[in-house]
């Protein structure tokens, strides 16, 4: 090693040979990434067990001999598809769970439909989410039913407890899920009340676009994406980071529209009232106060979340009513604290480790 | 092998990393002003309007080209989507008639795994 510079010149011709070599890579792969579609995204055997407009409740067929007496309901986030949940075979949250022996379903969102724009929040609470966890007994034969929710799925399950305190929700489980809205800084900004015309924008337009969701996203860090993209080019060669890189761009651009009448309400009580964190949100005039959720719950909230940042999601441990409560900080971001190779070995075990034992 | 302060591709990464933080933190803080959110909804609100008055337009076109109103598309979606509700709730009819014959099984016939799991106990591998 040449001690002044701390370059290894014997190295040179070697890294010149292969950074050659990823160049030529980089121009083949770059002609087969166009050419190619990504990898087949949610893939695990699954059966629609109802369906109804934006609702969609699947039941994952079992991939264990022997399952847990209380069956799982997984409560997708609005904006997004479920798919993240069940990426493809060994990155999947779905099947992690079906080989543990878990017996899942899920609750996924299509886009509504121009005519469900006066979908409410009354809609999601009070008659979707109620409707999957009773289609889950019934399938399932057990009146005992866990719930997991992610991001803004959390908080309607979170409502949905606060609502049903006689049941039938056994234990429930929140990824990344904001209860103090004035704490997404940013999203707190764009909808500020002097200057967001809410009424005017769903009563003009319906349903809010999903490019509308899709930007005020990615405007949370407006230079990701062109890194990313500079990222790719630079990895393109990498058959594993590309495979990577298609799942989460694919996942991640495909945003849904949101209800107008539901996204109203979003707005108004929770990003300009902060009704949840206040303990003054009702939904369909009834009361969805935090403090009456008894069940055992578990809160898993990422280091790097620029979504959800741990300030609005801090307090929901604190504001529940159970006595069996538990916050986990795991690193990660908004999304590879669920999905990924990271998840794999963090989240996922430590949840395998908290439900199996509430799970019988 | 090389070392990574001079590395020029390690460089080069951590060149870009730190223009992505500094460019995200820069319009971050950019972003958080009142004066910002009221450019921002302004141009959202005119662009909402133009929308409306699109679809609008379109709206009027088509019924001019005689092709189907949305009220029929939707009424016609309405309509299937009903038939599927009640293909659903036959489905689960069967399933129950099946599991009131004691036969445990799924929608695609297989039988169900019995609801005995037991979670490992403590230090035990799965």
Redesign the interface.
Known sequence: MNAPTGLDFASIPERIQSEVQRAIQRSIKGVEYFSTSGPSLGSTPKDVLHSRGTMNLYHYRPMSDEIYRVPVLIVMATTNRGYILDLVPGQSFIEFLLKRGYDVYMLDWSAPRPEEKSLRMEDYVLDFVPDCVRRVQQDSGEQDVSVIGYCFGGVLSLLYGSIHQDGPMKNLICFTTPIDFREMKLFSNFSDRRYFDVDRLVDSIGNVPPEMILSSFEMLRPASRTVSQIQLWENIWNDEFVKSYRMFDRWATDTLPLAGEYFRTITKDLMWDNKLFNDTMSVGGRAAKLENIKVPILHAVAEHDHIVPYEAAKHLIAKIGSADKEEVMLKGGHVSLVAGANAVKRLWPKLDSWLGKRST | ???K??DP?AMW?KM??E??KG??SF??QA????E???A???A??AA??A??QL?ELMEKYLVSMNLPS?EQV?GL?ERL?SI??QI?EMK?ML??IA?GSGI?Q???G?P?????????SEGEQ?
Not at chain 2, 31 to 34: G, N, Q
Not at chain 2, 112 to 120: A, E, G, H, S, V
């Open positions: 092998m090389t070392d302060t001079n591709v990464q870009i990393g223009m992505e460019f995200n319009a971050n972003m958080s002003s009142p910002f959110s009221q921002m909804n302004r959202g609100g909402a309007g929308q409306k679809g949305r939707t979606a989507q599927e509700a659903g689960s399933s129950q599991a445990s799924g929608f695609d297989a169900r795994p019995p609801r005995t799991k037991r979670p490992p799965t």
